[in-house]
């Protein structure tokens, strides 16, 4: 069964509370698997660093919907993991002050699933999905109905007495979630009005994000750490959240006075395995495994992910948009290939 998690928008808390508050919203756990991940958060969209073409297109969204006591149109949000599609979906139903329900796509198995759900939906209320391109088909054929004419049809009884019910729900909107928008099919994203996608962040907003982040924390970073950290970061704000909060647990172990340094953030970054472009250690393990096991390429997907005994879609969502994004590799139509780049980069000989 989905776990249920209504909200009242408007009661959400504003910034800075801690997130042990018993009136704290939780985001399912396999949605929110860090506890600094909601304290961290933006909750606002003006709290939203960066992005800012799409933050200014959800706000005229969200204004127009307000000036005209209207209900927001299904909204589908794209892009890497850690990049702040969870923020931003559940940003809106705080500002338009409607209930928010959430569910993940993996979880809903059958539309029996769903229905607890969209039956629970109140007027103009929000309802989001992450991972939406993980939907079963036939929950996605369940959903159409619901999202197009705020109704759904409900099986009942079978052979001879099998008759379908209809019932008749409260306008609400849809927030999808997704990091492969390419899989989503067709009728599924022709549900959603309005699309945004979200791609990475430059330096700047990631200096920003980490400072921001830091005073949230009460820890001090010295200008020239946040732009290390920044630039180590793939990115990705979860990431730079994820190396502050090691950095500082580093900093509160080995240099008690507190300060995070360059040095400091220098030393925190090498424990942690992560290289000058922001490389991990798997992210690394995958190049040298093209390298190592298909002369450098091309591979197919599948073949890496069994060399590396991961599957395939962790590797297309958390390892290849930033390699790709930063050209250490290519795709082409017979596979992967390791660019002159990425030879370069793990201190290969070129071919
Ligand atoms: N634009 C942003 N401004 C500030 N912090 C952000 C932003 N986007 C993401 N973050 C931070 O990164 C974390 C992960 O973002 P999230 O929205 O959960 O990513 P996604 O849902 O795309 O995987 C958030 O908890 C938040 O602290
Ligand atoms: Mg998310």
């Not at 039956?119 to 939907?135: K, P, Q």
């Not at 619901?146 to 729900?169: C, K, S």
């Not at 599924?188 to 980490?210: A, K, S, T």
């Not at 502050?244 to 580093?250: A, G, I, K, P, Q």
Request: charged share 25%; with cysteine; hydrophobic share 40%.
């Amino acid at each position: 069964m989905p776990r249920e998690s209504v909200i009242r928008g408007d009661e959400l808390p504003e910034d800075d509370r801690p997130p042990s508050a018993p009136d704290v919203p939780r985001a399912p756990a396999d949605l929110d698997d860090d506890s600094h991940d909601a304290a961290l958060r933006p909750q606002r969209l003006e709290q939203v660093i960066g992005q800012r073409k799409v933050v200014e297109r959800v706000r005229i969204m969200l204004d127009a919907t307000l000036k005209r006591g209207d209900v927001l149109g299904h909204l589908l949000l794209d892009g890497p993991p850690g990049i702040g599609k969870t923020t931003i979906a559940m940003a809106i139903p705080r500002e338009l002050g409607v209930d928010c329900q959430i569910a993940a796509g993996p979880a809903l198995a059958a539309p029996k699933d769903l229905l607890p759900y969209l039956t629970n939906a109140t007027h103009g209320s929000v309802l989001f999905i992450d991972e939406i391109h993980r939907l079963p088909a036939a929950v996605e054929e369940f959903l159409y109905p619901a999202m197009e004419d705020f109704r759904i049809d409900i099986p009942v009884g079978d052979g001879l007495n099998a008759r379908t019910i209809n019932v008749q729900l409260k306008p609400f909107t849809v927030i999808g979630a997704t990091t492969r928008a390419g899989m989503l099919t067709a009728p599924m994203r022709d549900r959603f009005v309005n699309r945004e996608h979200l791609d990475f962040y430059g330096p700047d907003d990631l200096q920003e994000i980490v400072r921001r982040n830091a005073k949230k924390l009460r820890t001090s970073v010295t200008d020239e750490a946040a732009v290390e950290i920044a630039r180590r970061s793939q990115g990705t704000p979860r990431k730079a959240n994820n190396i502050l909060l090691r950095t500082r647990d580093f900093a509160t172990l080995r240099h008690p006075e507190g300060q995070i340094t360059t040095a400091i953030a220098r030393e925190a970054l090498a424990m942690l395995e992560i290289d000058g472009l922001g490389l991990e250690h798997q992210d690394r393990r995958y190049l040298e495994t093209i390298l190592s096991v298909f002369a450098g390429g091309p591979a197919g997907l599948q073949a890496i992910a069994h060399s590396m005994s991961l599957s395939p879609d962790s590797l297309e969502d958390d390892i290849e948009p930033f390699l790709l994004r930063s050209g250490l590799i290519q795709r082409t139509p017979r596979g992967r290939v390791v660019t002159p780049a990425g030879y370069e980069h793990l201190g290969w000989p070129a071919r």
